[in-house]
C-alpha cells in the first residue's frame, strides 16, 4: 500500500510558475479600481494559491483522505474565522469626533 508523494521536478515547476502568475494577477489587482471588489478579488487570489501550496508543496495530492479531510477541515475553520471577522468589521459603527 505504498502511496507516491513525491512530486515530479515538472510538476514543482508549475506548481511555482502558477503561484508566480497569481501574484502578478495579486499586484496587478492592486492598481486597477474595481471598488468594493478589491478584497473579495485578494482573498479569491490568495484562496487560490493557499491550495496550490497545500496540494503541491505539501504533498496532499497523493495523501490519504483522513490527511485531506484533516487540511480541509482546517481551510473550513479558516473560512468560518474570515467570515467572522469580515461580519465584525462591516456591521461596526464609525464614531465620530467627541462633544
Known sequence: MSQE??????TLIL???????LLALTVWGSF?????????VAVVVAIAKALI????FMHLKGSNRLIW??????FVW??????LTI????T????????
Not at 508523494?5 to 515538472?10: L, Q
Not at 506548481?15 to 502568475?21: S, Y
Not at 479531510?69 to 482546517?74: D, F
Not at 461596526?92 to 462633544?99: E, K, Q
Open 32 to 40: 486597477i479600481d474595481v471598488g468594493a471588489w478589491r478584497a473579495t
Open 87 to 90: 461580519g465584525d468589521f462591516v
Open 53 to 56: 501550496v497545500m496540494i503541491f
Open 69 to 74: 479531510t484533516v487540511a480541509g477541515a482546517g
Open 5 to 10: 508523494t513525491t512530486s515530479s521536478v515538472r
Open 78 to 83: 479558516l473560512s468560518f474565522l474570515l467570515v
Open 92 to 99: 461596526r459603527v464609525p464614531v465620530g469626533p467627541g462633544p
Open 15 to 21: 506548481a511555482f510558475l502558477g503561484l508566480m502568475v
